[in-house]
T-cell receptor
Framework: GDSVTQTEGPVTLSEGTSLTVNCSYETKQYPTLFWYVQYPGEGPQLLFKVPKANEKGSNRGFEATYNKEATSFHLQKASVQESDSAVYYCALGAGTGGYKVVFGSGTRLLVSP | EAAVTQSPRSKVAVTGGKVTLSCHQTNNHDYMYWYRQDTGHGLRLIHYSYVADSTEKGDIPDGYKASRPSQENFSLILELASLSQTAVYFC???????????FGEGSRLIVV
């Protein structure tokens, strides 16, 4: 079945440093790839999505490229802020006749001032 | 703005008891989902539905049933709650293929 594997956390960074969270996926279908973010006490919310291979998505300074050949969708940000502290989920959405969205295990990011 | 509401937000249940978690969406979405969240496992899909009166098994359906009596409502039922079902449960909805999931705020279940 479909699966998503991402960087184990927690990832601890200082403000102003760069972030990379690795995400790789497995599917035999044609997925849409997502990054979701979850803040304490809330449900996950969409950060951005990329429906097509070899395209890039971005939001709030975060970006990721849907690399079909490498089956990867790594999340990057050039300069993190304390407010970026949250849990980040890579996800894959696909299906024929139904639509399943499979999430990775999540990566907790802690940014210190 | 999408709206998914879950109830109860928090519950303590006894082992062997029955638990029903409810979810209501006002988005007019066809698809609804139940996930459980555990440290180290992220979000795992339990059941989902894309039409009223029909449900589909997700990746970890054992010990759970689901019910979709209408487009707006989707329930998760634990007939015989067990300690291992202590977790946070999230409901979500979406229009369908390729679209964003909108999540509720979660239901924290503790089984003692």
């Amino acid at each position: 079945g479909d699966s998503v594997t991402q960087t184990e956390g927690p990832v601890t960074l200082s403000e102003g440093t760069s972030l990379t969270v690795n995400c790789s996926y497995e599917t035999k279908q044609y997925p849409t790839l997502f990054w979701y973010v979850q803040y304490p006490g809330e449900g996950p919310q969409l950060l951005f999505k990329v429906p097509k291979a070899n395209e890039k998505g971005s939001n709030r300074g975060f970006e990721a490229t849907y690399n079909k050949e490498a089956t990867s969708f790594h999340l990057q940000k050039a300069s993190v802020q304390e407010s970026d502290s949250a849990v980040y989920y890579c996800a894959l959405g696909a299906g024929t006749g139904g639509y399943k969205v499979v999430f990775g295990s999540g990566t907790r990011l802690l940014v210190s001032p | 703005e999408a709206a998914v509401t879950q109830s109860p937000r928090s519950k303590v249940a006894v082992t062997g008891g029955k638990v029903t978690l409810s979810c209501h969406q006002t988005n007019n979405h066809d698809y609804m989902y139940w996930y459980r969240q555990d440290t180290g496992h992220g979000l795992r899909l339990i059941h989902y539905s894309y039409v009223a009166d029909s449900t589909e098994k997700g990746d970890i359906p054992d010990g759970y049933k689901a019910s979709r009596p209408s487009q707006e409502n989707f329930s998760l039922i634990l007939e015989l709650a067990s300690l291992s079902q202590t977790a946070v449960y999230f409901c979500a909805s979406t229009r369908g293929l390729g679209n964003t999931l909108y999540f509720g705020e979660g239901s924290r279940l503790i089984v003692v």
